[in-house]
């Protein structure tokens, strides 16, 4: 399974982005069944959860994107979107997509996709 990142950029502050991550090599069943989630790593830290949608509609966002990120999947399609609005410096990044079962990752990670939010 590869996971494929895109729709970042550079943008300011107050923009909006819109990330899509497709994932290929996957049977539908199984990305159906997965749950899936966002995930950032800031320059010279640890990648953080930004934001997690399980395969029955519950979702979980990180506190600092709370009201302004919003997480949805498309199973047809094999793909995970993160609306981002309202951005701010803070969230410059390179944004990732991975599926979770059992709560682990199951996919290598891809190279993700950068954000860049200028002040």
């Known amino acids: 399974v590869q996971l494929q990142a895109s729709g970042g950029g550079v943008v300011q502050a107050g923009g909006s982005l819109r990330l899509s991550c497709v994932a290929s090599g996957i049977i539908l069943s199984e990305f159906s069944a997965n749950d899936w989630g966002w995930y950032r790593q800031h320059p010279g830290k640890q990648r953080e959860s930004v934001a997690t949608?399980?395969?029955?509609?519950?979702?979980n966002y990180a506190d600092s994107v709370k009201g302004r990120f919003t997480v949805s999947r498309d199973n047809a399609k094999k793909r995970v979107y993160l609306q981002m609005n309202s951005l701010k410096p803070e969230d410059t990044a390179v944004y990732f997509c991975?599926?979770?079962?059992?709560?682990?990752?199951?996919?290598?990670w891809g190279r993700g996709t950068l954000v860049t939010v200028s002040s």
């Open positions: 991975n599926g979770i079962r059992g709560g682990s990752y199951r996919y290598n």
């Open positions: 949608l399980t395969n029955n509609g519950r979702i």
